[in-house]
Structure formats: C-alpha cells, structure tokens
T-cell receptor, first 111, second 116 residues
Framework: RKEVEQDPGPFNVPEGATVAFNCTYS??????FFWYRQDCRKEPKLLMS???SGNEDGRFTAQLNRASQYISLLIRDSKLSDSATYLC????????????FGRGTQLTVWP | EPEVTQTPSHQVTQMGQEVILRCVPI?????FYWYRQILGQKVEFLVS????????KSEIFDDQFSVERPDGSNFTLKIRSTKLEDSAMYFC??????????????FGQGTRLTVV
C-alpha cells in the first residue's frame, strides 16, 4: 500500500475558480503534514504545513483529519501562477526527517 | 535568501561509470538529505545525514550509493557504477531541525542524471 495517495488529476480550471485536492496517508503514526508545490522540472517548494486545527495562508486552506487519515488543500480565486503540481507530503514521527511524497496532482489554471 | 545549490545541473554518463553529485546545503543547517525523482514519478527518499553519519537510508540506497560531507560546506552523493535505471532528477535538501519537528526542508534545484 502506498504511503501517500493523491487525486491523480489533472485539474484544469479557469482563473478565479476554487479547486480542492485530497490526499490520504496510510500510516496512522504520521506526525507532520505538508503541501509542496512543484513546477515543471523544478524542485519541490514548501507551500504550507498542515496543522490539526486546519490553517489558512491567503487563498490557500489546508485541513487535516487524523481519524480518516485525510489531508486536503483548497485554493480559492485561482491565478494563472497557481499552475503547478501539488505534492502531499507526510513525515512519520519514528523516522529521522524522512519525507514521504505523494505522486502529486497537476493543476492548470487557464485565462 | 539562502538556498541549497547543486552541481552540475545536468550530468550524462555511461552505464557503469561513477558519478558524484554535489550539493552545498544552507550554511546553518544540520540535517541533509538526498531524494530522487524518476521522470513522471514521485519524489523518493534516498538518505538522511546528520552529525557526519547516515541517519536513515531507504531500500533504494544500496551499496552502489554513498554520501560524504568532505568539508564544512559540501555534501556529495556518489553512485559507484551507474545503471540505466539510475536516470532521474536528484534533489539535495537541508533543514535546520528534523523535518518532522516542523522544520522546513529546503530543496536544491536538482541534478538531472542521464545514464546512457
């Protein structure tokens, strides 16, 4: 079973749309959760950490449901510059900093 | 803004040759990592390094791989005898604390390794 699974996408949305990505993780011992963004052939960059109470950063809202082992990312008022692959990333507390990546969900925002 | 730098950006090598990928982590970071991403696939952990020794390695990191921090700034990944399936983008990352402790891992821009 994969450690982290994501919606395969791709998502193609117009500017201004709201889009949501989902992710599930298999290990209930997982402790830290992140959304990274990866542009084509570039390095992953941290978009935001995900906290148990849910958190928001501008147009981005992340939610965590530990009981369901489910993470989500909501993007409101999509911009052209949001076009990228969004990676769900998990760290298990028992491992020394190792990050487990989902395969990513590709988003294209069109004008 | 401090950043992780990797060289070269692209390396082409013949099967069976040794390659060394180089990384300069952010200067005050203590934890160092190598990840790889085969084209079209997910980012996969290879190894973590702390206090001049390997902290953890994945099943991918077999005897053909080694890491070294030869001086106070560089962090290298060596592949002794490259195989076609080693072709991938290799990312170096560093963090001030363990990433599980909420510390962000910063990634370098990657080295694209092509084995022919």
């Amino acid at each position: 079973r994969k450690e982290v699974e994501q919606d395969p996408g791709p998502f193609n949305v117009p500017e201004g749309a709201t889009v949501a990505f989902n992710c599930t993780y298999s290990n209930s011992a997982s402790q830290s959760f992140f959304w990274y963004r990866q542009d084509c052939r570039k390095e992953p960059k941290l978009l935001m950490s995900v906290y148990s109470s849910g958190n928001e950063d501008g147009r981005f809202t992340a939610q965590l449901n530990r009981a369901s082992q489910y993470i989500s990312l909501l993007i409101r008022d999509s911009k052209l510059s949001d076009s990228a692959t969004y990676l769900c990333v998990v760290n298990k507390g028992s491992t020394l900093g190792r990050l487990y990546f989902g395969r990513g969900t590709q988003l294209t925002v069109w004008p | 803004e401090p950043e992780v730098t990797q060289t070269p950006s692209h390396q082409v090598t013949q099967m069976g040759q040794e390659v060394i990928l180089r990384c300069v982590p952010i200067s005050n970071h203590l934890y160092f990592y190598w990840y790889r991403q085969i084209l079209g696939q997910k980012v996969e952990f290879l190894v973590s390094f702390y206090n001049n020794e390997i902290s953890e390695k994945s099943e991918i990191f077999d005897d053909q791989f080694s890491v070294e921090r030869p001086d106070g700034s560089n962090f290298t990944l060596k592949i002794r005898s490259t195989k076609l399936e080693d072709s991938a983008m290799y990312f170096c990352a560093s963090s001030a604390e363990l990433t599980g402790a909420g510390s962000e891992a910063f990634f370098g821009q990657g080295t694209r390794l092509t084995v022919v």
